[in-house]
Structure formats: C-alpha cells, structure tokens
C-alpha cells in the first residue's frame, strides 16, 4: 500500500507510470483533469484554484484509504494544483495500480467522483468580460 | 474566535479571516445562523458548510477559542 498524496503548484504528469508501477500490478489506470476553454458556450480565458490546504490533504488522505479497503490496489496517486491554470494545463491527477484491470478502472473514477465531491479546493473561472466562483448546484 | 473564508465566501465577507469577539457562538449551528444574518448573500450558497479542525463538523458540534474553524462553501475542485 503506497500512497502518494500532494497539493501542488504545478501537476507533473510525466511521474505517473514511475509512481504508479509495481510488481504485482498488472494495470495502471489514470485520470488527468484539465483545463476547458468553454464553459456553456463562453470562452474561459483561465482558471484559479484555492485549496483550504491542511483540511485538503487529510479529505485526500480518507478517500485514498477507502480506495484501499474497496478494492485490492498496490499504489495510489492524488495530486491537486493550486493557483493560476492555463488552457490545456492539468490540474488533477488521480491514479491507482492492482493486479487486474477492473479495480485499477473503478477505483480511478471512484478518486476523481470523491475528490470533486468532498475535498475543499475551490475554482473561479476567468472569462472575457467577468470571473466567477464555480458552485456546483446539488 | 478566528474564522478562516476561502472561495467566494472570502468574496461576499470581504476578508480571508473573521474575528468574532462578541455574542460568540456555542455550537457550528449557531455561528451558521450568526454568519447568514451578518451576510444574507450566503444565505443564497448551495451549501454552507463548517469544518472543525480540519474536518467537517455537524450542526450541535461545540465551538471553543481554541479550535480552527473554517467556512466551507460548495466544493469545486477537479
């Protein structure tokens, strides 16, 4: 069980399959959320990310946890990044390895589901004309 | 009591930090009340939600000087 949790400036994608990779591990499954340049049709010109950052990693900390009780994994990956973003520039990275496909598959969307529903990072949108905090509706 | 704001919460309060010296609130639920009287624009927030020494904490949850308290708007990261 090895855990690999971070709220960063800046995502490194290129460090995945290296932190990911394990002997037991037949399957390396990954998610990489990005910035959009449309949000309903408006040009978004970039983002900003605030993170409550200590609160952040223990949220992180629990869902990676539960990750390793539903589902056999070897490791786990989940970095966050805080402050200005780019078009195009990543901005979450969630992954999981296990022995066989089907875990590794459930156990991604299962990071990336929670992380956007519990952990206490916030995104404005920047568009031409005015900027706004995203608040999803339930 | 210090009170940390993050998000648009930070935006409607005007501030990063609240200090609340008097008519202090005993539990999460009535610094929630306290918080939506002062500021009726959060009111309109899909949630609203207060987290107690980094974890999210229920409405009858006591509030002591001590702890760190934080508001949490509607979470969108991702």
Redesign the interface.
Known sequence: MEINIKIVKQIDTSIVYQSLSHQESGGVCVFI?SVRNLTNKQIVNKLF????E???V?EMEKIVKVAFEKWDLQKVIMH?AVGEKKIGEP??LVGASSAHRESCFQACRFL?DT??????????EFFENNEV?????? | MRI?L???VK?IVGVDKLDIKLDIPKNVGDLKKYLVKKYPELGN???LAI?LN??YATEEMKLTIQDEI?I???????
């Open positions: 959320g990310f605030e993170a409550y200590s609160m952040a223990l966050h901005v979450v990336i992380l956007k529903e519990n952990v206490p990072i916030w995104k404005k905090w995203v608040t999803p509706h339930p | 940390l993050f998000g648009i935006d927030l899909s949630s987290a980094n974890e934080a949490i708007p509607p979470v969108s990261g991702g």
